[in-house]
């Protein structure tokens, strides 16, 4: 296999570049209806090649597009109340910034079930979604963004910009991550905007994910994992330019970069220096770097092993929150399945009635939670855990605690 970067090979012999390897798991977002479990279900390898090049941490294969996204792909962003608060805050500061209105263009790659692009049109800015997932679209074009349901690359660009024009502000925020063709999106990003356009990226930031443990933010359909240093290459190669980033909280540590194709009207800022030197000196230039993280992720996987197994010997009911991508990969990392956790509750009506891809757990509503009253919820979206501790607070009546694996085992 070659990098999806730089093409430099990376599966020679003697290299020591595994970055994680996690065995094999299904993709984290097929979930299985009840008549799925009597079949037989694919597994793939998960494992995470560092490229001894550039640097680009990217999974080991990249699956046909058709096997991961399956036509009863789960996803709707509008499912997590904080998601739409961080996404109505970009806009207004978007708008702000590039001074958009009425006459501009706003395009979102990826745009989902038209969780970002609401805010976009009830600020008077024109806006197109495109979204390669038809169900989800359906629900973006129902609340009246218009949505083209494609894979996006610099063929939909050029098709899009013959048709239609150019955009003054291309949303490309958590899509960077899951693109197989990393040269083809950016080029197609480049193609779409106007020349005094600007393109925002927002990703997980490697940094973090390695400082905090973050290992089951690992799956198939999320491809590559990126320093800031990488993005600037792989930006550069098209003719983007980073001129600003922004640490976010976000995924457990993101980074939002503003890259813009004319150099002139946008001067680089302190934070691009800042970021780029925290890399530099936390080891993320050298291969050494990308060597130790799976002590790390074993670490976590048994912690959360050992916290079931003494529940179980002491008799104690738990029960998992969250039926999201991390927690499948965590939960088939770690080999858990029904006996150690009996359900996980989920706020998404399209997850409720199925199971858990691999570790075949079945997903209810809360309601299920409130009536089985568990001695603990293992939170699985850890980085939500504010927000549904709160909204669990209840809990605490029946004398229950909450728990979360990583970075590593913490009750509460
Ligand atoms: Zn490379």
Known sequence: MKCRCCATRLDEPGLDNVFLDLGTAPPSNAFLLPAALSAPELHFP????????????????????????????????SYSRSWLVHAERYVDEARERLALDQRSLVVEIASNDGYLLQYVAARGIPCVGIEPTAGTAAVARSRGIETLVEFFGIGSARRFVAQRRRADLVVANNVLAHVPDLDDFVAGIAELLEPQGVATFEFPHLQRLVAQRQFDTVYHEHFSYFSLHVVRRVLARHGLR????????????????????????????????????????????????????????????????????QARREGRTVCG?????????????????????????????????RHLPGSRIPVVAEAHLRSRRPDYVLILPWNLQDEISAQLAYIRDWGGRFVVAVPELAIS
């Open 46 to 77: 998960l494992k995470l090649l560092t490229c001894p090049q550039c640097l680009l941490v990217q999974v080991d294969e990249v699956q046909a597009h058709t096997q991961l996204f399956a036509p009863d792909y789960a996803y709707f962003s």
């Open 321 to 353: 929150y969250g039926a999201a991508a991390k927690g499948n990969t965590l939960l088939n990392y770690a080999g858990v399945r029904p006996d150690l956790l009996a359900f996980v509750a989920e706020a998404s009506p399209h997850k409720q009635g």
């Open 242 to 309: 980073a001129w600003d980033v922004q640490v976010l909280p976000t995924h457990g540590g993101s980074l939002r970069v503003w890259a813009a194709r004319d150099a002139s009207r946008h001067p680089e800022t302190a934070s691009v220096h800042a970021v780029l030197a925290g890399e530099a000196d936390a080891g993320m230039l050298a291969m050494d770097y990308y060597r130790g993280f799976q002590r790390e992720a074993d670490a976590v996987k048994n912690g959360l092993l050992e916290f079931l197994l």
